[in-house]
């Protein structure tokens, strides 16, 4: 079956940063659209980042541009999120999700798999 695993997520202090990974197995990885979201506390889940099947297209939030990039390695089975310049507001749980789909989009109701999430906490 497919499953998405997250990792890389912790405690970091403002400022800092974190790289964040997602490994992917069961599916055609190259062939899907890869996506990270986030849920805050008391928050809904929103859209982070996307990045095309290929890697040529990435989109971002407008909160996170400029501090997040995200990539893809498709020999690896892995996309990546690159986070710089850490807030207290980027503390959520941060998940990837996968999209067959031949669009990216932020849509959340397009992606067809999603991971468990990893912890992402910024303290002050």
């Known amino acids: 079956q497919v499953q998405l695993v997250e990792s890389g997520g912790g405690l970091v202090q403002a400022g800092g940063s974190l790289r964040l990974s997602c490994a992917a197995s069961?599916?055609?990885?190259?062939?899907?659209?890869m996506g990270w979201f986030r849920q805050a506390p008391g928050k809904e889940r929103e859209f982070v980042s996307v990045?095309?099947?290929?890697?040529?297209?990435?989109y971002y939030a407008d909160s996170v541009k400029g501090r997040i990039t995200i990539s893809r390695d498709n020999a690896k089975n892995t996309v990546y999120l690159q986070m710089n310049s850490l807030t207290p507001e980027d503390t959520a749980v941060y998940y990837c999700?996968?999209?067959?789909?031949?669009?990216?989009?932020?849509?959340?109701?397009?992606?067809?798999?999603w991971g468990q999430g990893t912890q992402v906490t910024v303290s002050s």
């Open positions: 999700a996968a999209a067959g789909t031949t669009f990216t989009t932020y849509y959340q109701q397009a992606y067809n798999y």
């Open positions: 069961g599916l055609t990885f190259s062939r899907y659209v």
């Open positions: 990045i095309s099947a290929s890697g040529g297209t990435t």
